[in-house]
């Protein structure tokens, strides 16, 4: 069956493929919208293609055309068109793609003007001058081709893409260089990294400084880079030992605000501003909002409306200011105001926790301490149940043993809840790892699949439903079990998971660790849209991982996610009236 990203993928390659032959834009532009649909989908596509395929008109961007490839490709396995395409165009160019910055118009030029086929041919074709030869291709295109190609040699087989857990420290760590320069007055980080998504290109900086050169000083001399791409006197660009490409842009302090609103995007987004703009007779770019239908300054620039703040472009555009991790939707109406997001300082609990008696690093009074000394009033103990023998899970003597140890470890730390809990193994069939006479002595009951990952939908789908009723089980543990940019994991269809879900008062789990980020943020906004009640946990095995909270705070952002329907932001009062209620 066809996932939706498999059909995301396919609708992409297809427009990169068409704009490589010279198709008309409007074709393109159809199968752009249709990948950006089928990405933010969250019902199966391919469940609807072979049960209901009426149901496929009513998604905004899908249109009869790309229905009916949604339905070949689920009944067939492939789609004709794009089969075609493949053999009209040398498989070599869709690496072209892969470079930094390099999109189908570039390499269509390539291949039409210089034979430019492979990595190889455009290396060579770079120093023979041919390239430089080709019309409107400028030097500053040329230098930045060689880089990107340097940059692919330089990364070798390393990702293309890197995860958000990945990335973010390196932006920090940048940051924090870039902060203690002399001069600097403002620093951060946009592009995807600040929108949330769960992997990331390249890394976008930003920073606004008395000093130039010390900024550039301060990037430039990092430890970790490994080669340097461009250095100007507002952009350098480098690419570091583990092959991430990071760009520092050099802004006035006067037009930081718009400078981040440009380099966080997304594209869509920023074209919608831009098209905003155009309406009130103004101009958007990375260096301010400014009025177009007014007499030039003396120097003949245009009258400067703002620039300083994202909050105020957005109130001269009369907009709300919307959230970075909301700025990817292509359906949201930016002109009403954004829903209220749940923020990092309002999860007050921590419930999915391993111990030494599992496969973690913590006794269970480490691991209280560590959720007291963040303001928590409540941490549960979720060891690995039986059937997680890799994992060191309980068996029933030792869990019983572990739930005496926890009462005592509660009474000895005083000031914060330990709950005793299992992250419980949902067996293939659907069935719990332990009786329901084990379950209804632990105070949680975390339910999470670990193996059997490759189930069809319809077999992960009876199994996740079974466990999300079982009137024993509190919250659905990282429901697909994908590991990002290393399994697929299951494809329930998530509709049916949030119906059941929000009938039975069970909790669907963002896990924060950025390999996983399960749910992820399309899944979210289904589960939102269905009043379902999230946790947000970390998973934590040992304490860094208790750090991660941020990046399932991210996916709930992007999944618009307010406070109100998360369990780990309620008061204890709340969360155990809750926990008490699946009980009764």
């Known amino acids: 069956m066809a996932t939706n990203q498999e059909i995301a993928k396919a609708f992409s390659t297809i427009a990169d493929l068409l704009e490589i032959t010279g198709a008309n834009a409007f074709k393109v532009g159809a199968y752009r919208k249709a990948t950006r649909s089928c990405e933010d989908e969250p019902r199966d596509l391919g469940r609807l293609a072979r049960e209901s395929p009426t149901e496929l008109d009513s998604i905004e ?64 074709a770079i120093e023979s001058g041919a390239v430089a030869a080709i019309p409107r291709m400028g030097a500053k295109t040329v230098t930045n081709l060689r880089d990107a190609v340097a940059a692919h040699d330089l990364a070798g087989s390393r990702p293309t893409r890197y995860r958000l857990g990945e990335a973010i420290p390196i932006a920090e760590a940048f940051l924090t260089r870039l902060r203690a320069a002399p001069g600097t007055v403002r620093a951060t980080y946009a592009g995807s990294a600040r929108r949330g998504r769960d992997t990331v290109g390249d890394l976008d900086l930003l920073v606004s400084t008395r000093d130039h050169a010390a900024a550039k000083e301060a990037f430039l001399t990092a430890p970790t880079v490994s080669k340097l791409l461009a ?105 009403q105001p954004p829903p209220r997001l749940i923020e990092l300082a309002e999860i007050k609990s921590e419930l999915h926790a391993h111990t030494t008696a599992s496969d973690g690093s913590l006794s269970i009074l480490e691991l209280a301490t560590l959720a007291k000394a963040r303001g928590f009033h409540t941490i549960a103990v979720t060891d690995h149940s039986k059937a997680s023998a890799q994992a060191n899970g309980l068996s029933v003597e030792r869990l019983l043993q572990h739930i005496a140890a926890i009462r005592e470890a509660e009474a000895a730390i005083g000031g914060i809840t330990i709950l005793a809990g299992s992250e419980v193994d949902i067996l293939a069939d659907g069935r719990l790892d332990y009786d329901d006479a084990v379950l209804e002595q632990l105070d949680i009951v975390v339910a999470s699949p670990h193996t059997a990952l490759r189930q069809s939908p319809e077999a992960a789908t009876a199994r996740l439903l079974a466990a999300i009723r079982h009137p024993l089980v509190h919250i659905l543990g990282h429901p697909t079990g994908r590991i990002i940019q290393g399994r697929d994991g299951l494809s329930p269809d998530i509709e049916a998971l949030c119906v059941a879900a929000h009938e039975c008062k069970t909790a669907l789990e963002i896990n924060c660790h950025w390999s996983r980020l399960d749910l992820r943020d399309v899944h979210v906004r289904a589960a939102v849209s269905a009043g379902c009640l999230i946790a947000i946990d970390c998973d934590i095995h040992s304490p860094p991982d208790a750090d991660n909270l941020r990046y399932g ?32």
């Open 231 to 335: 250095q100007g006197e507002t952009k350098c660009a480098v690419v570091l030992t583990n092959g991430l490409q990071i760009d520092l842009r050099i802004v006035d302090d006067s037009a930081f605000g718009a400078a981040l609103v440009y380099f966080t995007g997304s594209k869509d987004h920023n074209v919608f501003l831009r098209e905003r703009a155009n309406q009130r007779a103004m101009k958007l770019n990375e260096y301010g909002l400014f009025r177009t239908d007014s007499s030039a300054s003396a120097d003949g620039s245009l009258a400067l409306v703002a620039a300083e703040s994202e909050e105020a472009i957005y109130r001269a555009l009369d907009l709300p200011l919307w959230p970075a991790e909301l700025r990817e939707s292509h359906t949201a109406d930016f002109t």
């Open 61 to 124: 961007g899908i249109g009869q055309s790309t229905k009916a490839k949604i339905i070949e490709l689920e009944t067939t396995g492939s789609i004709h068109e794009l089969e075609e395409l493949r053999l009209k165009v040398p498989p070599g160019l869709s690496l072209l793609l892969t470079l930094a910055g390099v999109g189908p118009k570039t390499v269509k030029l390539l291949w039409d003007c210089a034979q430019v086929t492979s990595i190889d041919d455009l290396r060579t």
């Open 553 to 584: 705070i991210a996916t709930a952002r992007r999944g618009g996610l307010c406070t109100s329907h998360c369990v780990n932001a309620w008061s204890a009062e709340k969360l155990h009236g809750w926990l008490r209620s699946k009980r009764s």
